[in-house]
């Protein structure tokens, strides 16, 4: 059973850079068809995908984010990362990173069957 869990700051000052790690266990991050994600959820929104590292490390990301967004992974920790610069408040959201066992399908939320607890990022001065 592949766990994760998110780390990293919980506030974020506008125009710096959010940083978050999650922690696989249960799992290799490099398993064969697996795809890893970062899924947010502001505040009186729906999920909203962000992007993926899938198994042979390549990345994916959401269009409305691509200029800001860097996916990577540390194998040798067994985690994978977010970085995203130029926060607004708008960012502010309940970010998880989460795992699906196929990536045939990797821009829903609906496809990852293994999502960590999540963790509240707040972007303010």
């Known amino acids: 059973q592949v766990q994760l869990q998110e780390s990293g700051p919980g506030l974020v000052k506008p125009s710096q850079t959010l940083s978050l790690t999650c922690t696989v266990s249960?799992?290799?991050?490099?398993?064969?068809?697996?795809?890893w994600s970062w899924i947010r959820q502001p505040p009186g929104k729906g999920l909203e995908w962000m992007g993926a590292?899938?198994?042979?490390?390549?990345?994916y990301y959401s269009p409305s984010l691509k200029s800001r967004i860097s996916i990577f992974r540390d194998t040798s920790k067994n985690q994978f990362s977010l970085q995203l610069s130029s926060v607004t408040p708008e960012d502010t959201a309940v970010y998880y990173c989460?795992?699906?066992?196929?990536?045939?399908?990797?821009?829903?939320?609906?496809?990852?069957?293994?999502w960590g607890q999540g963790t509240q990022v707040t972007v303010s001065s």
């Open positions: 249960g799992g290799s991050i490099t398993m064969t068809y697996y795809a």
């Open positions: 590292i899938v198994d042979d490390g390549s990345t």
């Open positions: 989460t795992a699906s066992p196929s990536t045939l399908v990797i821009r829903a939320a609906g496809a990852y069957n293994y």
